[in-house]
């Protein structure tokens, strides 16, 4: 989803820059060529739809900084979200923006099919280029050497969990579950202590249902396939993932911690989470960032953990990220136009001092979040510097996410299945609508089909 296929290396420190929302003018390397003189106008992705009206604030401040700072270019803000269905129809209507971002798992396939435009020259000409994460970088750049994306942001899978409902079932907030024993009796009991659910499970047909189900099989140590390309092996009816489904199936059926609501997707379990509506759910550590501007979340009831992991060798956590890329139709003139943009909005704050502490001054005079936990997108040593800089205006519950920002050392990063990454997921997703609303799904039989959709779908390359 908002994936990476690599495991980076880099840890997580408390003074993670968030990468959405960047301020201040840019001294990009590349310029507008011909045509210089008469102006582009280009759109770009803003934020996902429902975002308050502080956040849209933010962005159009920075949009109009941009223009000032570059008088030829006219920038159009589009509201924007990423689901598998919803890009596909977009590709295919050429409704996109100019500028717009993609997972980890797409940009290499998109660019291999010649759907995204070729940026490796603007982006070679950054000055900060060779400070790349090189497994980040990596993401965004096809099998011919061709840079086609640009990363934004980084992340690992996090659990996500409600501090009040932690206190008033009696748990203690500052120690959230370790196992997945402890979090299905914590869920189990803020459910008959507050009648919230206590754990809630995405699963919305739109992929997300596979993808998470994918994050609680890799905590066990089972993988979806094996092999590259075309080449791979779907593994979806793995033992691990059996032993998720019957969890999931033994809180849903059994235990009654898992509410009624079993259509949640990305947004619409973040909606829920800052209403105070769900007791724990599991998402990329830097949702808070979406949770403050999109749904006005309450800091004090927030805490953030790693996710339970197995103990045994190839238990991890799905780390992920999110890249910027533009149009393919894109001409010369836009594309450069573009790259100023994604230059000023996502990659300088991270890179410049200036530019970070202005951006980190601004984010917090408008009480947007500074200091999101997330995974570098450069290399460690500029990473710890930028850090540096923005650690006065850090203005997030720090010490309410110590449980992730401490224990993500210890846990071993796993990337996404590389294959066919959304049609997995995809497949997925009717097994866990089934395992959630109906008490006697056949769950070997359910995922022996899952699988042989997947191995096709790898097959052929889609």
């Known amino acids: 989803m908002k994936s990476t296929r690599k495991a980076m290396t880099a840890a997580v420190t408390a003074g993670c820059l968030v990468a959405l929302c960047v301020t201040a003018a840019t001294s990009a390397a590349t310029r507008v060529s011909a045509g210089a003189s008469k102006t582009v106008t280009i759109s770009v992705a803003s934020l996902i739809p429902g975002s308050t009206q502080a956040a849209v604030n933010q962005f159009n401040a920075q949009v109009a900084e941009f223009e000032k700072a570059n008088p030829s270019i006219n920038v159009k803000p589009v509201e924007y979200q990423w689901t598998g269905p919803t890009f596909a129809a977009k590709l295919a209507a050429g409704t996109l923006p100019t500028v717009f971002e993609v997972p980890f798992t797409d940009a290499r396939s998109l660019g291999e099919n010649g759907q995204l435009a070729d940026l490796t020259s603007l982006a070679k000409a950054l000055p900060y280029f060779n400070k790349y994460n090189p497994a ?32 008033q079932a009696g748990l203690n907030p500052n120690k959230p579950p ?44 089972g993988r979806m396939e094996t092999g590259t390309g075309t080449k791979a092996v779907a593994t979806l009816d793995n033992p691990a993932t059996v032993t998720v489904l019957n969890m999931l199936k033994a809180m849903r059926w059994t235990d009654n911690s898992m509410g009624s609501n ?15 509506n769900v007791g724990m759910y599991i998402s990329g550590s830097d949702v808070y960032s979406n949770l403050v501007s999109a749904s006005a979340i309450d800091p004090s009831i927030y805490g953030l953990a790693t996710i339970p992991l197995a103990k045994n060798k190839k238990a991890g956590v799905l780390g992920g990220g999110t890249l910027v890329a533009v149009r393919p139709d894109a001409n010369a003139a836009a594309k450069a136009a573009a790259m100023k943009w994604i230059n000023f909005f996502y990659e300088s704050p991270l890179i410049s001092k200036p530019q970070a ?35 006065p205006y850090i203005n997030v519950p720090i010490n309410q996410m110590k449980p992730f920002t401490t224990g993500i050392f210890k846990q071993t990063l796993i990337p996404e299945p590389e294959a066919s990454t959304q049609s997995v997921y995809h497949s997925l997703d009717a097994v866990v609508q089934a395992v959630l609303t109906n008490k006697n799904t056949d769950i070997q039989s359910m995922l022996q089909q899952a699988n042989s959709a997947a191995q096709s779908a790898i097959s052929q390359g889609n």
Do not use: C
Not at 262 to 276: E, H, K, P, R, V
């Open 262 to 276: 079993f259509d949640y997707g990305w947004s619409d379990i973040n909606q829920a989470f800052a209403a105070g």
């Open 178 to 221: 370790t196992t997945w024993g402890q979090l299905r009796q914590d869920a189990k009991l803020i459910t008959q202590k507050t009648g919230k659910p206590g754990y809630v499970e995405m699963a919305k047909d739109d992929n997300t249902a596979g993808w998470i189900l994918t994050t609680l099989t890799y905590a066990l140590g």
């Open 357 to 391: 502490i202005r951006n980190a001054k601004t984010l917090a005079a408008a009480k947007q979040p500074v200091g999101v936990p997330a995974l570098p997108i450069f290399n460690a040593a500029q990473y710890v510097l930028a850090n540096s800089w923005i650690k």
């Open 136 to 167: 980040v970088i990596a993401e965004g750049t096809t099998s011919k050497g061709r840079i086609v994306a640009l990363p934004k942001g980084a992340y690992a899978q996090a659990l996500h969990y409600n501090r009040t409902l932690f206190t």
